[in-house]
């Protein structure tokens, strides 16, 4: 990969993962919550499911993925629902105190895995990194020796910021009133986003290699 091609791709990644969409949504609300230490196991989490998809993606799965409309389908369906559940009770809680009890890190961690898995949305936003900047002639795994690195530096930079700006948002809610309004705005957004996602289209495969 030309240094051209790889400032190109990085230019891609960063819009890529610091458009707002749940997986921000979610290292906020933990950063609120939960402190900076357990909540980085969510960007742990997202960082997972980045390499698991980098992976499929140099394998052709995606690309199977999408092709697919039925599989899309259903995806769709299971992560809109997931998306609009999780929205409804942060609303429903935001009125209620913070458990007292600890969330058990395997569960921040599983959680916040759900969460970046379930959006088939991710799909097109793979198979576009692949479709445009992966070269046909080089070996596929040598490119991923540069596409890789780049993409999880990225990710954990800027689902890292996130995090910290729910810390810093739950230092600053002070007031009980404003911390229900906050916990009621990522409520929101997770209603939002799963109501996007269940009106989002099938990935569209032109370009795909």
């Known amino acids: 990969m030309s240094f051209e091609a790889w400032t190109l791709f990085a230019l891609f990644w960063v819009v890529f993962v610091t458009t707002p969409g749940p ?4 290292c906020i609300s933990n950063g609120m919550t939960l402190g900076l230490p357990k909540a980085m196991l969510g ?3 997202i960082l997972t499911q980045a390499s698991a998809f980098l992976i499929l ?6 690309a199977l993925i999408a092709a697919s409309p039925t599989g899309f389908f259903v995806a769709k369906v299971i992560g809109a629902g997931f998306l609009i559940f999780l ?3 942060g609303w429903i809680n935001a009125t209620r105190p913070t458990p007292a009890v600890e ?3 395997r569960h921040v961690y599983l959680h916040a895995l759900a969460v970046a898995t379930i959006n088939p949305k991710s799909v097109a936003g793979y198979l576009a990194a692949f479709s445009q900047f992966v070269q046909p002639g080089v070996p596929i795994w040598e490119q991923m020796s540069v596409i890789m690195p780049t993409a999880l530096v990225l990710t954990t930079l800027s689902y890292t910021g996130f ?3 729910g ?3 739950g230092k600053a809610a002070l007031k009980a009133v404003f911390n229900v309004w906050i916990r009621r705005l990522l409520g929101v957004c997770f209603i939002v986003y799963g109501v996007l996602l269940g009106a989002s289209s099938t990935p569209q495969l032109e370009g795909v290699q």
């Open 103 to 105: 969330r058990p890190a």
């Open 43 to 45: 960007v742990l989490a």
């Open 57 to 62: 993606s140099a394998l052709g799965v995606t």
């Open 87 to 89: 929205g409804v009770r």
């Open 163 to 165: 995090t910290l700006l």
């Open 23 to 26: 997986n921000a949504v979610n």
């Open 167 to 169: 810390v810093l948002m």
